[in-house]
């Protein structure tokens, strides 16, 4: 039977993974109007020549030739052989004149930064814990949205976690490398407390997962009182989850590469705009780029290696755009939320008008 300080840890733990995470980041992004030269979606089957990406509204059967580029993170050889069923995908490109769309760009949106640290406070340091784990030490920053549980306190804060304690946390990596803590919990004295781990899924079966994690394959058994969480959905269950989702999972062991999860939490992929940004441009400071889209104003940057498209305009550069001018531009996150262009598109103002294809619209056959 499980230790009352054990179950107490569990059950607080399966509802924090479930808060623990961003509203904005569990909720589906909308497809906002103007519409532009592109398509978003989950990778559904991949093809020999292209792949089938499911919208909001519909599918598509996206093509792939020798002039396509991908754009994987973290992929030494990134192509279609790397794409995989479940990948959050960004396309550019144009119709294919038969129903499809013939894709330029392939950019693939990695989920979402979060995982967990197990360990023993070594040191506390203003806004800072550095714990000791099986991976080695690690530094865990809390701020004003940081959770607490402490066992017999209650509303507890970071002053209630001592050196010494062992915790259990859920943190965000962020784009310097370091580790915000959503949640910290102290696990009860005498008590082993949980694991936890994320990975992708590669089997669905009537009550339990199959999650890829790392070069093995863990067995996640799903109980009555495991708590689901799936973006875009209430109430959640075991069906809601689909092979290729990333997954978070807070469970007990319970042998070799064998769990029970407490808590179980499909993982969004990164907001499209942190690598794809598409809007008019509000500003222009040297190499700088201030991109209004339909909810937020986004800087853009710029650098040597920042390639322009621009139709007519031969060796476009950033000094080529102006005010007023509808861009899209591709690259990969970079400081304050900006994000370093890679590819910067001027987009011809008959290409930003609103459609009624689902979010499919062309891009000239000359780019």
């Known amino acids: 039977m499980m230790k009352k300080g054990t179950k107490w840890l569990f059950l607080s733990l399966a509802a924090l993974l479930l808060l623990s995470l961003p509203a904005t980041a569990l909720a589906q992004e909308t ?20 792949f089938v990406l499911s919208m909001p509204h519909r599918e598509v059967t996206v093509s792939v030739d020798s002039e396509t580029v991908y754009r994987m993170p973290g992929v030494e050889q990134p192509g279609l052989g790397a794409l995989q069923v479940g990948d959050a995908v960004l396309s550019l490109g144009r119709r294919d004149g038969e129903g499809g769309f013939l894709a330029r760009i392939v950019a693939v949106l990695p989920p979402m930064p979060f995982g ?11 806004q800072s814990l550095t714990l000791t784990t099986a991976a080695g030490n690690k530094v865990l920053h809390v701020g004003e949205r940081t959770q607490f549980r402490v066992p017999g306190v209650e509303a507890p804060t970071l002053s209630d976690v001592d050196e010494g304690d062992r915790i259990f946390a859920i943190v965000q990596g962020q784009e310097d490398g370091s580790l915000l803590a959503n ?14 781990f994320r990975g992708r899924v590669v089997k669905v079966n009537v009550d339990a997962l199959g999650v890829a994690v790392r070069d093995d394959e863990v067995s996640v058994e799903i109980a009555d009182t495991t708590k689901i969480r ?10 809601d989850i689909r092979v290729g989702d990333w997954v978070l999972v807070v469970a007990r062991l319970k042998g070799l590469c064998r769990t029970e999860a407490t808590a179980v939490a499909v993982i969004p992929s990164v907001p499209a705009h942190r690598y794809v940004i598409p809007g008019e441009v509000v500003g222009v400071d ?35 755009i102006e005010v007023g001018d509808q861009v899209l531009a591709l690259g990969r996150p970079a400081e304050n939320h900006s994000l370093l262009a890679r590819l910067i598109l001027v987009v011809p103002p008959e290409v930003v008008q609103p459609g009624v294809d689902d979010g499919m619209t062309a891009i000239p056959r000359s780019w």
């Open 183 to 196: 949640m910290v919990a102290v696990i009860p004295d005498g008590a082993l407390g949980p694991i936890g």
């Open 31 to 50: 497809v906002d109007r103007p519409k532009w030269p592109l398509v978003r979606g989950r990778v559904e089957a991949v093809l020999d020549a292209g």
């Open 116 to 126: 967990t640290v197990k360990g023993e406070v070594t040191a506390i340091e203003g």
């Open 286 to 320: 040297g190499g700088t780029l201030t991109v209004l889209d339909p909810n937020d104003q986004h800087l853009v940057l710029t650098d040597e290696q920042t390639r322009v498209r621009i139709g007519g305009v031969e060796d476009a550069t950033v000094a080529d």
């Open 230 to 239: 799936v973006p875009g959905r209430q109430n959640a269950s075991l069906a």
